[in-house]
């Protein structure tokens, strides 16, 4: 029995994404023309609140009361943003969403816009995704051409535009204001909040900025109603979830599945277990930005309220798998460099938090480290959680911390090598 | 001996300050597209990347302060200034194709091109770089070659036949 699911990811492999024909052969755009004909924006705001979705770029942030906000803010130039940066690493459900459904992405920008009372979208795709340009833009060239993009859709007073922007290598530029400072053409560096961007964010205008998840998401719950969501998982996380897993798993890939299946169905059974029959050390949930957990925690069942009990989070859906042929201190080594890499520099915390404790961490690896090191670490990780100016640096440091926090032997046995 | 080609003071040709043009006019000049209007013209610029008197360029015709040019390319990572080679060949090292064996893929890939990280072969052909996750995670070890992703990278024959592409020709850029 197979323990994925087909509700967000219904399309996959069912029509041609090159062609709208073959997109309305399968009853595309039911959902756009039901919400712009049919549906005011306060309905719409109710349908993705019944389903309490959380937003799907990593924040969790409850997608209905989002859009409520955002509908509510005055003004009648407004923006929607696709974020298709997806730079965690360990994260590409964002890639099969853009490569095999583009049009379902592109319903729920349109449809978002007609909520909020937007007149323009943007995609802000990932410069990794340059190979997805195309077909993108085919896709919103042909969507205008049937007429549900451009002025006067479907015969309404609702006019809407899209417009694809590409990112150019910075996973910064995933947090939504730093995003809009690298759409207006600058270097990608996070604004300060107040004003928030669902004020005054693109070109200062009022902005939502929602994950392809979450816009893909609502357009199924226009098409299919939430019923049929909502019968998945659990009553704090209803519903289903598309998550990347990979790393050291026989079948790794995107699959949508229901909320409360535990880790362990998710690795073994739809991942088809560990390569070799290797031991799980570990796993990270979330992207490089995510907590890890030892063996211990597969019998959890995959919520954000029973993750939350193990201190792993749902973030941005990936799950990977590392297996006992890695060392934990190489692991926080790799993602360390990562952050190290991406920090924009903008802020004392992380730009200098994330050097020192590099240094650290390669003491350890060497087998050098020193008898205060890896309090010294856990201290400036903590500065560096509570006191940095973005996402970024609030949580380069939650696998240096969860790491010491379950394999406190790992580091005393590295320690002791030192000595 | 192509190498020294690269080194050459007449990067701009009219030819090139024609496409440029073209590339700003398509992006309606609009200072806003600047990180959009840089990757395309770095595309079209032999061994890809910004020489100096292309960004000069650029910020006199789209009058844009070069400082300003300049914090753009130096932020992101995918726009260079300095020149790598026809086929750019970037491996993934973060850490899901860490965990599933990236070192033997960037072993392979020096060992038969005989040059190191950030290095250019001699005859300005290829050039290895590492670079963050760019989301191929699900068929790691990875690596990309002007921006093409391959994958399942685990033993020398598989990097071998990408290179073989390559050499043959039979891939385009
Ligand atoms: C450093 C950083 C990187 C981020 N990268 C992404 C990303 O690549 N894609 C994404 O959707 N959200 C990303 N986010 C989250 C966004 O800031 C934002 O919460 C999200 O796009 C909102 O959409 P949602 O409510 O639909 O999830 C990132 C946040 C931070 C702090
Ligand atoms: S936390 Fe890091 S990425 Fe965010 S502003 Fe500070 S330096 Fe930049
Ligand atoms: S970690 Fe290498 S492609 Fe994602």
Redesign the pocket.
């Known amino acids: 029995m197979t323990k994925t699911v087909s509700f967000i990811t219904e399309n996959f492999d069912k029509y041609d994404p090159n062609s709208i024909d073959s997109y309305l052969n399968i009853n595309g755009f039911t959902a756009v023309r039901k919400a712009i004909t049919t549906l005011s924006s306060g309905e719409i705001i109710n349908i993705a609140k019944s389903a309490t979705i959380k ?5 969790a ?1 409850d ?1 209905g009361r ?1 859009w409520g906000q955002a509908a509510a803010v005055q003004g009648d130039n407004k923006v929607v943003i696709c ?1 298709a ?4 690493p360990c994260t590409f459900k964002d890639r099969s969403i853009l490569s095999k459904d583009p049009f379902r992405l592109i319903e729920g920008m349109i449809i978002a816009g007609y909520t909020v009372g937007a007149q323009n979208g943007y995609i802000y795709l990932r410069e990794e995704y340059r190979h997805l340009k195309s077909l993108i833009k085919n896709a919103i060239k042909e969507t205008m051409e049937k007429g549900f993009l451009g002025k006067n859709i479907l015969g309404t007073n609702f006019s809407f535009h899209i417009h694809l922007h590409s990112g150019a290598g910075a ?2 530029c ?3 204001s730093t995003l809009i400072e690298s759409i207006e053409g600058k270097s990608g560096r996070p604004r300060i909040k107040p004003p928030y961007i669902k004020e005054c964010g693109l070109f200062q205008l009022p902005t939502l ?4 998840e ?1 816009l893909a998401a609502v357009t199924a719950f226009i098409q299919n109603g939430t019923d049929d969501y909502i019968k998945y998982g659990t009553k704090l996380s209803p519903g289903t979830k598309i998550i990347s897993l990979a790393g050291n798993v026989n079948k790794p890939g995107t699959y949508e599945i229901p909320f409360g299946i535990t880790l362990r169905e998710i690795i073994y059974d739809i991942g088809g277990g560990v390569v070799d029959n290797n031991k799980l050390k570990l796993c990270q949930l979330g992207g490089a930005s995510g907590t890890i957990g030892s063996d211990s925690i597969l019998d959890t069942p995959y919520t954000y309220e029973d993750l939350e009990k193990v201190g792993l989070i749902v973030g941005s859906g990936g799950i990977l798998v590392v297996d006992d042929r890695t060392r934990v201190i190489d692991f926080v080594k790799s993602i360390q460099d990562f952050f190290i890499h991406e920090s924009c520099g903008k802020c004392t915390p992380c730009r200098e938090g994330n050097r020192q404790i590099a240094k650290i961490i390669d003491r350890f690896v060497q087998g050098t480290s020193g008898v205060n090191d890896l309090d010294t670490a856990e201290r400036f990780a903590n500065i560096m959680k509570n006191c940095s100016f ?3 640096g609030e949580t380069a440091q939650n696998v240096l911390l969860s790491a010491i926090k379950i394999f406190p032997d790992e580091f005393k046995r590295l320690e002791a090598v030192g000595k | 001996m192509n190498s020294t080609k690269t080194k050459s003071f007449e990067v701009l040709t009219k030819d090139l300050a024609c496409k440029i043009d073209t590339i700003i006019n398509n992006f309606g000049s609009n200072s806003t597209r600047l990180v959009g209007i840089l990757l395309d013209i770095q595309d079209i610029i032999p061994k890809q990347y910004i020489p100096r008197e292309v960004a000069t360029y650029v910020s006199e015709k789209m009058n844009i302060p070069l400082s300003k040019v300049y914090d753009v390319i130096s932020f992101y990572g995918a726009l260079c200034d300095i020149p790598r080679a026809d086929y750019v060949i970037q491996l993934c090292d973060s850490v899901v194709c860490k965990v599933t064996g990236n070192s033997f893929l960037q072993d392979t890939i020096t060992t038969l091109l005989g040059i190191k990280e950030n290095e250019s072969t001699s005859d300005g052909k290829y050039w290895i770089e590492s670079t963050p996750c760019f989301g191929a995670c699900d068929i790691s070890p990875a690596m990309r070659i002007n921006g093409k992703v391959y994958g399942h990278l685990t033993t020398s024959e598989s990097v071998k036949a990408v290179l073989d592409k390559y050499n043959e020709g039979s891939v385009m850029v």
């Open positions: 937003g799907r770029g990593g924040a942030y997608t989002k974020n940066d997806e730079g965690e996973y910064v995933g947090e939504g900025v929602n994950n392809v979450t973005c996402g970024l």
